[in-house]
């Protein structure tokens, strides 16, 4: 505890992607089994999961397996027998965290830990930057932060943040580092760590949009539509293509 509160007596408070639980953080229970991210800041653990993986692909028609970009309907991305579901579906179904410990969108259903922290200068969310945070789902996921480094115009250097976290941007300028899944858009795919997360393009109207996702266990380390598509194109996203690694998400009625 008190490294703790020595960490966030010097202002900096950073969240890190999937790691070991700080030693003043509780576990937080999921109300359903299946994969999980942890959001950590210098204080503390927020542990996100991402639904089950019992539920049924369906058994539509398949893309084609011999080119190098495939394309399904939203029903013909059941290839496997199994597809996790989706985190969320709706930003009401995620909530924010901001407390000293952390700051970070999880689902809904998920209780986050106790901070351990009654009380600081300051929000772990404001030290961070973000002026109005606020959960979003991308992807299938809890997201928050606008992560699109092309945004950017002010002058100041960009933060050089850990493995796993890039900087969040406020209005026109940097602000901290957050873990990438946090991410609701990414302006490079190359910025996901492609051993262990996919790049999701979701594309329509107004994007493109990327999203650094963690692969699916079922996937065995080959992400593809046919063993998550249906985890991360969800409404109003009805189609899923298999890009060189990269999952593309369409939308016919955007």
Do not use: Y
């Not at 992400?223 to 998550?228: A, H, K, T």
């Amino acid at each position: 505890m008190l490294l703790c509160r020595l960490t966030h007596r010097v202002a900096f408070v950073a969240l890190v992607s999937i790691g070991g639980a700080s030693a003043c953080s509780a576990s937080g229970d999921a109300t359903n089994p299946g994969q999980s991210s942890v959001a950590t800041t210098a204080t503390g653990t927020v542990t996100s999961g991402s639904g089950g993986a019992a539920s049924s692909g369906g058994n539509g028609g398949t893309g084609g397996a011999a080119s190098t970009t495939t394309s399904s309907g939203q029903g013909g991305q059941g290839g496997a027998a199994t597809q996790p579901k989706p985190e969320c579906t709706d930003p009401s179904q995620c909530k924010l965290v901001n407390d000293c410990c952390a700051c970070a969108s999880v689902s809904a259903a998920v209780k986050p830990p106790k901070c351990g922290i009654d009380a600081c200068l300051i929000a772990t969310c404001e030290s961070l930057g973000e002026i109005a945070p606020e959960a979003a789902c991308s992807a299938g996921r809890c997201t928050m932060f606008d992560c699109d480094a092309t945004k950017v115009m002010c002058k100041k250097a960009t933060p050089n943040c850990p493995a796993g976290q890039v900087p969040l941007v406020e209005g026109e300028c940097w602000g901290g580092c957050v873990p990438i899944q946090q991410c609701s858009n990414i302006d490079d795919c190359a910025k996901c760590n492609l051993e262990t997360q996919v790049c999701v393009t979701e594309v329509f109207k107004g994007g493109p949009k990327r999203h650094c996702v963690d692969v699916a266990p079922g996937c065995n380390g080959k992400p593809s539509c046919e063993c998550m598509g249906q985890s991360v194109c969800t409404e109003p996203f009805d189609t899923c293509s298999n890009d060189n690694g990269a999952i593309i998400c369409g939308c016919t009625k955007c």
